[in-house]
């Protein structure tokens, strides 16, 4: 496998194939454990820390809105369209990424972080510093006491940037931690 089909195969993976890599990607790089229970991903044995594991993949927004009139034609669309974005063009396109399901009493850190077409950037932030600063929203679905979400989008992604940021990975860094 190159870096280019690492990359390709994971803008295309489903939601928990996803996740898998991203837990499997974290726990490499910080030297993590399995969780202790099923309330969060990894365990940091060394800081004794619960840790949660959050990731998505940056695509430009959609050209056309998904209505039913059209649905055939959006799906027809998506095949053909490279939705992707590169780093150093993130102010250039409309995006949203939403971390979403943060259950903050259940972990200690969060490592969150972006698939770009030609980087990966990971976030780290202690369950007690997500707050307004980064527009968290203890309001994602009805009755779900405790659960919240947040967005790094081109309105957002420069304060994850400014106090965030863990580290920078490239496809061929990826590839090496994942082999």
């Avoid at 698939?115 to 997500?130: A, P, Q, R, Y």
Wanted: proline share 2%; net charge negative.
């Amino acid at each position: 496998m190159d870096a280019q089909t690492l990359r390709e195969g994971i803008f295309a993976l489903n939601t928990r194939r996803f996740g898998s890599v991203t837990e499997v990607m974290i726990k490499r790089l910080g030297k993590l454990q399995d969780g202790r229970n099923q309330f969060h991903d990894l365990y940091d044995d060394i800081k004794r820390h619960r840790v949660e594991v959050k990731f998505s993949v940056v695509s430009k927004k959609a050209k056309m809105p998904v209505r039913e009139d059209n649905v055939l034609q959006c799906i027809e669309q998506a095949i053909d369209q490279n939705r992707m974005v590169p780093l150093a063009r993130w102010r250039e396109f409309e995006f949203d990424c939403n971390i979403q399901q943060v259950k903050r009493a259940e972990f200690d850190v969060l490592y969150y972080g972006l698939f770009f077409s030609d980087k990966v950037l990971i976030f780290s932030i202690e369950s007690g510093e997500i707050g307004p600063q980064i527009y968290y929203s203890d309001k994602q679905h009805k009755g779900n006491v405790g659960e919240g979400q947040f967005h790094l989008n081109q309105d957002t992604l420069q304060i994850h940037l400014d106090r965030y940021l863990y580290k920078e990975l490239t496809y061929e860094e990826l590839l090496e931690l994942l082999s």
